[in-house]
């Protein structure tokens, strides 16, 4: 088996959710490399190899400096016909799917997405994939090479192995229609402590926050806890919290080792994207709401009332 991961950056660093797929595609064995594209990005591509990347690919060009799509089809388009790769993976973004979605087009390949797991079973490579709401796992196949997978976030954590990866540039020609699209103006959300993703703790509020000034209140908390704020599609359409911070079928899926869900009824749309949070504790004043149904610890109250009052707690055991 070779495959090649697609390797996502930010502000010169490796994306968490790719290293976690190249660590996954490392425990299946064979020849594992990663692809890192873009503009001033070779410094940041040997990292991979803690990870369990024995060669990381980099393309630098300026035509690869705005996340676009186009162009790093073209560019993994050549790599894969090159180095002759029979899987390629990646990790979920809207890039990710963008790049997935062409790269699977062009090489006229299999693209099976929203896969939570990977495995070999009797000689084949096997993905796992939620479906109907995330009621049932099916097992889903590629009749043909290269396999192009595209995996959840939080489907898995990176492991670090420890080993050096060997760094190999290559150059890659565009097609016209790949340089028609520009990138016009980019706007980065302004955020203090971890991303949702990437959170340890994550404090969610839904609609029984009452106002949109009530997320101040988990905002104290998350900080408190070195946390981030998370939200459901109910006051994210409601203007209350920005998309990025969605949990769900339609935002992210996370998995954090501590979920506090505060007015959330635990629909089964909100459930699938944070059901593997290793613990989960939910504030509602209905004790018949759903969410208590799969939680590990349920506080039936009003949320206002109790929400400033475990942020004092909180304070006053970090102060002890
Ligand atoms: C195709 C599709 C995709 C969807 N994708 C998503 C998704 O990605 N993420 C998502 O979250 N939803 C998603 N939804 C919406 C989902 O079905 C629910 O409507 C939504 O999750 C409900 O949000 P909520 O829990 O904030 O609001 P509600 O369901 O209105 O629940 C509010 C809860 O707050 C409690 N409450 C009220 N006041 C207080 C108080 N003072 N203190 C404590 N508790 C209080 C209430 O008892 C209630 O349980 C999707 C729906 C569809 C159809």
């Known amino acids: 088996m070779a495959t090649l991961v697609f390797l996502e950056h930010h502000e010169g660093e490796l994306e968490k959710r790719g290293l976690a797929v190249l660590s996954k595609a490392a425990s299946l064995g064979g020849e594992v490399a990663g692809a890192v594209l873009g503009a001033g990005v070779g410094d940041v591509a040997a990292t991979a190899g803690r990870f369990g990347a024995s060669a990381v690919y980099v393309c630098e060009d300026p035509a690869l400096g705005a996340p676009l799509p186009q162009p790093r089809v073209d560019a993994l388009e050549r790599l894969v016909r090159d180095q002759g790769f029979d899987t390629v993976l990646f990790a ?52 043909g090479e290269p396999r192009i997978g595209l995996f959840r976030s ?23 229609f790949s340089l028609a699209a520009t990138m016009v103006e980019q706007a980065h959300e302004e955020r203090t402590g971890p991303s949702i993703e990437d959170a340890e703790i994550v404090v969610a509020g839904g609609r029984g926050l009452g106002k949109p000034e009530n997320f101040a209140l988990l905002e104290e908390l998350a900080k408190e806890l070195g946390g981030a704020v998370g939200a459901t599609r109910a006051v994210v359409d409601a203007g209350w919290y920005p998309y990025g911070s969605q949990v769900g079928q339609t935002g992210k899926t996370v998995s954090p080792k501590l979920y506090i869900a505060c ?5 089964i749309q909100h459930k699938v994207g944070m059901q593997n949070s290793n613990v989960i504790v939910s504030i509602n004043k209905d004790g018949n709401a759903p969410i208590f149904e799969y939680s590990d610890l349920g506080v039936v109250g009003d949320v206002q009332e109790i929400l400033p009052k475990l942020t004092e707690l909180v304070r006053q055991r970090k102060g002890a």
Do not use: C, H, M
């Open 92 to 143: 979920q973004s809207i890039l990710a799917s963008d790049v997935a979605a062409g790269l699977a087009a062009r090489l006229e390949a299999g693209l099976n997405w929203d896969l939570s797991d990977l495995v070999q079973q009797d000689g084949a490579l096997v993905g796992k994939r939620p479906a109907l709401g995330d009621s049932v796992y099916v097992d889903v196949g590629w009749r």
């Open 154 to 176: 939080g489907a898995f954590d990176p492991v670090e192995t420890g080993g050096e990866a060997r760094v190999e540039s290559f150059s890659a020609t565009f097609q016209d």
């Open 263 to 267: 007015g959330i009824s635990g629909a």
